[in-house]
């Protein structure tokens, strides 16, 4: 599966950002996910979402971000709202192969595929 991010940028705290990765090459049956990592600090997994739109949230970024995917384009999406000094950090979009209701824990080892990338500064 191939993975790739957009959307990343430059924010000032308080605003808002959308993150979307196009995923290809085999798609059918995939759970997807979001994690971050800043210099420094450990990978964090985020947000989650099952094959039947099932999510879940790290506690950091409940009620700010909302995970969402558009099978019909084979996109996800990250919204990113409420952000904070934070949340700065390399974004990373990630997927694994699943069965019937799934939904992955919040933990890195669940995924198999991850993309490059993309940078989320939050400044003012």
């Known amino acids: 599966v191939q993975l790739v991010e957009s959307g990343g940028g430059s924010v000032q705290p308080g605003g808002s950002l959308r993150l979307s990765c196009a995923a290809s090459g085999g798609t059918d049956s995939l759970c997807m996910g979001w994690f971050r990592q800043a210099p420094g600090k450990e990978r964090e997994v985020i947000a989650v979402i099952g094959r039947f739109g099932d999510t879940s949230y790290a506690d950091s970024v409940k009620g700010r971000f909302t995970i969402s995917q558009d099978n019909a384009k084979n996109t996800l999406y990250l919204q990113l709202n409420s952000l904070k000094s934070e949340d700065t950090a390399m974004y990373y979009c990630?997927?694994?192969?699943?069965?019937?209701?799934?939904?992955?824990?919040?933990?890195?080892?669940?995924?198999?595929?991850w993309g490059q990338g993309t940078q989320v500064t939050v400044s003012s």
């Open positions: 990630v997927a694994t192969f699943c069965g019937g209701a799934y939904v992955p824990s919040l933990s890195v080892a669940e995924f198999s595929d």
